[in-house]
Structures are given as structure tokens and as C-alpha cells.
């Protein structure tokens, strides 16, 4: 989880979650396709104006989402329940009823993964860790813990390549799903046992003992602007769930 330099990036962590959150919730009391859209388009535009998105960051990220939504859609649309019916064939049945709770659903999802996004695309894992313990009081040793976690996953995924470029130069072939598994899984898991213990000796040797007393480099702190945005957001949805 890596963030940009757009303006959502400087938006404190901890507050935007929240905010984040607080509109998923209030999403899923919506029951109305139009609501559920101009939620999702709201946002949509929210990325692009103030999340650092483009169109070739769109087209890249979204269309398998598109298809879920899709595949959503024709689901419950199909194999719905309701009374007015609109197109019928075979097995498939599509009411109006069905038609409008797919269409709900479908954008609902949607929506869930674009709110997410623009979390996720516009936070970075080291100030959304010290928000979590200066505002939200997380522990810190679950904090660096976390953030540890995620440091290693790239280097979980070089090391994957790499020995997946070993065995292929060596022309080790595989017999079937299980030996695939085993080949990968033990060194894998022998060098993140090694990791571990290295970062916990390296944390140790530093004088972390996970206490909250302790002095921080940089603290993060909650602003104006970040009041300013949670408002916004929940305002807005508050609006269109009333309104």
C-alpha cells in the first residue's frame, strides 16, 4: 500500500478510514439503484479530482471489477424473485423486482471496491501505522508488527521470482499441484522464519519493547482539512440516503 502525491494523500489516515468506513455503512441502508450509483460516480470523480487517477489508471485497475459487477447483476437478476416480469427464456427469468435488487447490489459491490481504492491508493503503510497508534491508540507493537508484515510481502515476491527462474534454468519439472507446493512453500517459509528473527533481534536491539511511552520521529496529527473531508463525505451520503 503505497500512496501518491494527489491532495487525499495528505489527508490523515486514521480519519479518512473512518470516513471510509462511515459510507460503506450508510451504503448498504441504500436499497435504491440510483442512490447506489451517484454514490459510486461520486466517488468515481473523487478519485479522479482529488486521488490522482486517470483514465489509463481506470482501465487498467477497474475492468475486473466491471465484470464481477456484471456477473452480480445477471445473477440476481435472472434467478430473482418478483411479479412484473420484463424477459423471460429457458430457466431465466428477469422481474423488475429481481432487476432493480441486482442493479442494487451489483453497484453496491462496486462501489464498496472504489471507496477502497481510494483508501488504499492514496495512503501510505508507514504515517496510516502511526495514525493508527497516535489517534486510534492501536498498540504499537501490533502497529510495527503490521507494518513489518507488509514490508515483506515484495520481498516474498522477488524471492518467488527468483526461484521460480531457478528451477526453470535447472529444468526441474513439476508432477503435479502438490510438489509445485512443497517446492516453493519450505524455502519460502525457512527465509521468512529467518526474516523474523532478524527483525525481531534488530527491533530488540533498538530498545522497542511495543510500549506506548515512547518517543516518536514523526508524529501524525489530525487538521482541519481532515475534519473537513470526513463532513464532506458523510454529509453528502447522509444527504443522498435521505434525500
Not at 1 to 10: A, D, F, I, K, V
Not at 55 to 84: C, D, H, N, R, S
Not at 175 to 199: C, I
Not at 200 to 224: H, N, P, Q
Amino acid at each position: 500500500m503505497e500512496g501518491n502525491q494527489s491532495y487525499l494523500s495528505h489527508i490523515n489516515p486514521s480519519v479518512k478510514l473512518i470516513a471510509h468506513l462511515a459510507v460503506m455503512f450508510l451504503l448498504m441502508m441504500i436499497s435504491e439503484p440510483g442512490k447506489t450509483l451517484l454514490i459510486w460516480t461520486a466517488f468515481l470523480f473523487l478519485g479522479m479530482i482529488g486521488g490522482g487517477w486517470t483514465i489509463k489508471y481506470l482501465l487498467k485497475v477497474m475492468p475486473p471489477y466491471f465484470v464481477f459487477f456484471v456477473l452480480t447483476f445477471w445473477m440476481l437478476a435472472a434467478f430473482g424473485k418478483g411479479e412484473t416480469e420484463i424477459w423471460q427464456w429457458a430457466w431465466f427469468r428477469i422481474t423488475a423486482e429481481s432487476a432493480s435488487n441486482g442493479l442494487t447490489i451489483a453497484t453496491r459491490m462496486l462501489a464498496f471496491v472504489t471507496i477502497g481504492l481510494l483508501f488504499t491508493s492514496t495512503t501510505c503503510i508507514h504515517p496510516f501505522m502511526m495514525s493508527l497508534v497516535h489517534q486510534l491508540k492501536v498498540p504499537p507493537k501490533w502497529a510495527y508488527g503490521f507494518m513489518a508484515g507488509f514490508r515483506c510481502i515484495p520481498l516474498f515476491q522477488k524471492e518467488l521470482a527468483h526461484l521460480k527462474e531457478a528451477h526453470r534454468i535447472r529444468g526441474c519439472r513439476h508432477n503435479g499441484s502438490w510438489q509445485t507446493f512443497k517446492r516453493y512453500a519450505v524455502p519460502l517459509l525457512t527465509n521468512a522464519v529467518r526474516k523474523s528473527e532478524r527483525m525481531a533481534l534488530a527491533m530488540e536491539v533498538r530498545g522497542f519493547t511495543g510500549d506506548r511511552d515512547r518517543s516518536y520521529y514523526k508524529k501524525t496529527i489530525v487538521t482541519k482539512k481532515d475534519y473537513y473531508y470526513a463532513s464532506l463525505l458523510v454529509g453528502s451520503a447522509v444527504f443522498i440516503l435521505i434525500f
